[in-house]
């Protein structure tokens, strides 16, 4: 069975400061991974996923397959990037995800 | 961009009763919608697959006779939690797949659901 773990419930961090929120996943078949970001009163929304290799809001993951792990990362910490970060595994042609618990990431001056 | 809505967005019931949460996609067509449980402070639970013109597809676990689900139409996905008890209560997520997304879910704003 597919399992995505996320070991920090909590993750704090000075503005400016380095981000890196950990992901790691179980899946014995080709992985589709994502970040979903839920900002305070918001809903759920998609942040990245891993086909797409892109950086959105200076944030990038890169997926590693031998260490299995999809973590996200950004260089300097924002303010308006406090919120509750989920990771997401996307499994077989039906495109169900399986989430991680989420890291909460906050930011503080 | 592609916009699910949820309705009702907080519902209060008593013991036995059912409620019925709607999930529209309010700008796009979705062949396919997902409805999830999140209790607090923890991960969203998928709970089932709604599939357009077809029966619903339960993950393990999840009881069918408790969680209907109807998807009559594109653009809207209905779940009753049938005789409702307060171990039922919990905010209730809906998704939507727009076609040709690339499997990007677009979420709905939740549900929450107290059962007295």
């Known amino acids: 069975a597919q399992r995505v773990t996320q070991p920090e419930k909590l993750l704090s961090v000075f503005k400016g400061a380095p981000v890196e929120l950990k992901c790691n996943y179980s899946?014995?078949?080709?992985?589709?991974l994502f970040w979903y970001v839920q900002y305070s009163r918001q809903r759920l929304q998609l942040l990245l996923r891993?086909?797409s290799r892109e950086s959105i809001k200076g944030f990038t993951a890169d997926l590693n397959k031998g260490e299995t792990s999809f973590h996200l990362k950004k260089p300097f910490a924002q303010e308006e990037d406090s919120a509750m970060y989920y990771c997401?595994?996307?499994?077989?042609?039906?495109?169900?995800?399986?989430f991680g618990t989420g890291t909460r990431l906050q930011v503080t001056l | 961009g592609a916009v699910v809505s949820q309705h009702p967005s907080r519902v209060i019931c008593k013991s036995g009763t059912s409620v019925k949460i709607e999930c529209r996609s309010l700008d796009f067509q979705a062949t396919t919608m997902f409805w999830y449980r999140q209790f607090p402070k923890q991960s969203l639970m998928l709970m089932a697959t709604?599939?357009?013109?077809?029966?619903?597809?339960?993950e393990q676990g999840v009881e069918k006779d408790k969680f209907l689900i109807n998807h009559a139409s594109l653009t809207l996905s209905t779940l009753t939690v049938t005789s409702a008890h307060p171990e039922d209560s919990s905010f209730y997520i809906c998704?939507?797949?727009?076609?040709?997304?690339?499997?990007?879910?677009?979420f709905g704003p939740g549900t929450r659901l107290t059962v007295l």
């Open positions: 998704s939507a797949i727009p076609g040709g997304s690339y499997n990007e879910q677009f």
């Open positions: 899946y014995s078949g080709s992985p589709e």
């Open positions: 997401a595994l996307g499994t077989g042609t039906a495109s169900k995800l399986t």
């Open positions: 709604s599939n357009e013109g077809s029966k619903a597809t339960y």
């Open positions: 891993h086909i």
